[in-house]
């Protein structure tokens, strides 16, 4: 693995690029998703499965820069609160450098993707174990602060989430034979087994990444010729 690493940071001497372990969490709503679909829900509008209280994200994000403006990223992450729910997200993004001064930078970007949530039930009812799948198409926003020296950088963001549902898959025994069917626009063509289920999956949070890589002035600018001096000293 340090063998990759040191290969990749040759051939991409000229440009920063990290790759590192995240950690986050949602704070609002303080349930998701902030509207449940009808689906999940009985004929009084209660719940059949249990919305999120709280949760733990744990991922990794790859970043490169490109210029002296902005940075390409990737992030995967699975998200779980060691109950009833679980979740994976995969995400493309860009984001622009606002401010840099020295080894601090202010960054903004935005990103999209694919992820899959799974809601349970924590009090199942008899025999049964109702469930509800999500396969949805996550749109993300985000502005964070970047700290650096020359081989790592630490990075604290705040982002938004607005998760743009395609499947929504409910079962009330648990069984996949007894599942029903909702999307979140009207299906023409769904027959009895779809039906229009708009639902509101949005959440805003807090996320912290540690990340590994060449984050090096070009030509070994400042940061470089101050390590080299504190050598000879």
Not at 58 to 67: K, L, N, Q, R, W
Not at 92 to 110: C, M, P, R, S, T
């Amino acid at each position: 693995m340090m063998t990759v690493l040191l290969l990749v940071s040759a051939a991409h001497a000229d440009h920063w690029w990290g790759v590192g372990p995240s950690i986050g969490t949602m704070g609002f709503p303080v349930e998701y998703p902030a509207i449940m679909p009808a689906l999940a829900q009985n004929a009084n509008g209660n719940n059949l499965v249990d919305p999120v209280k709280f949760d733990l994200r744990i991922g990794g994000h790859a970043v490169y820069y490109v210029g002296g403006g902005g940075r390409v990223g990737a992030r995967a992450y699975y998200g779980a609160n060691f109950a009833t729910w679980s979740s994976q997200e995969l995400t493309v993004e860009y984001e622009w450098i606002l401010h840099k001064q020295d080894n601090f930078q202010v960054l903004a970007g935005a990103g999209l993707g694919f992820g899959h949530d799974r809601f349970g039930a924590a009090e199942p009812s008899g025999d049964n174990n109702p469930y509800l799948d999500v396969t949805y198409f996550p749109l993300r926003g985000q502005v964070g602060v970047l700290w650096r020296d020359r081989t790592r950088a630490y990075e604290a963001n705040l982002f938004g989430t607005w998760h743009i549902a395609g499947d929504q898959r409910f079962s009330k025994t648990g069984d996949v034979a007894d599942e029903e069917t909702g999307t979140a626009v009207s299906d023409p063509f769904g027959g009895d087994t779809t039906k229009s289920d708009a639902a509101l999956y949005v959440a805003v949070g807090a996320e912290i990444t540690v990340y590994f890589g060449n984050f090096r002035n070009k030509g070994g600018g400042d940061d470089d010729k101050k390590g080299k001096k504190k050598n000879k000293n």
